[in-house]
């Protein structure tokens, strides 16, 4: 598949004063989700990390539990190892800053190839330069993904029919960004029902709705992250809108 980088997203990835300025939302425990009438969602985090690839990262993989250290050692390709085993790092950040550094030992990979812990809902995405680690109090799917320039058949391979109307009206730099949008929302979606590459993302077709999308009873939360990135997470349940967590490599490696 013929995709690369658009001009001028290559800068190094940085922490700035006005990512770290996210609003945390607060929600109360008693509110109920207006579909389902299950109690809302309690809030997202999202662990991020931005790579450029100057710091060395541990060689040996003893640290890692063994389904995360098969997951890490699948990969080939030097980067991608990399932004895989930075993933688990910031899971493994998470866990300890929630008191539940233990839970680490306990993570299995399902039928499905999706990395679980019982009882700590999370979801791990990487892509070129970036890595995240999404937790939240119910199941979660998440993805990441840079703004792209994308071959002429890629479209279609992803968007839905009416999607794709709206597509092909807008302008080159909007095409660029409602489809990489599209993609991870869908991506997210498989993440959180385990369906994986068994679904083709043409036959997804998401809703709008105010300020929310829906996806086959779903809930799709989107961001667009300042270094050029659209992130994703989906959910079954109404959340608060997602905190991001900036966290540099050498913050990972203590």
Known sequence: MDIGFLDGRQESARQTAEEQK?????????????NTGHAASA????????????ESLPQELNFL????????????????????????????????????????SLLKTLPD????????PFSLSHCKGASVCCISAEEIGADIEPLRVFNK?????????????????????EKNAYLTRQWTQKESYLK????????????????????ETMLDGAY??????????WLSMASYQKRPATVLRFVKVNQLLV
């Not at 991608?80 to 233990?102: D, N």
């Open 113 to 120: 190839g999706k990395p679980y812990i019982e009882g700590f």
């Open 220 to 229: 799709i939360e989107s961001v667009f992250i300042r270094n050029g990135y």
């Open 65 to 104: 539990p063994d389904a995360a250290r098969a997951r890490v050692e699948r990969y080939t390709h030097p980067q991608a190892k990399r932004e895989s085993l930075l993933a688990y790092l910031l899971l493994r950040r998470a866990l300890v800053e929630k008191g539940k550094e233990p839970l680490l």
């Open 153 to 173: 058949n890629f479209p279609s391979s992803v968007l839905d029919p009416e999607s794709l109307k709206i597509f092909n009206l807008l302008d080159e730099k």
């Open 192 to 211: 959180l029902t385990g369906q994986g590459i068994r679904t083709k993302l043409c036959r997804l077709a998401s809703a709008e709705r105010e300020s």
């Open 22 to 34: 996210c609003m945390i939302v607060q929600m109360n425990t008693n509110q109920r989700d207006e």
């Open 43 to 54: 809030g997202t985090m999202a662990y991020i990390c931005f790579d450029t690839g100057e």
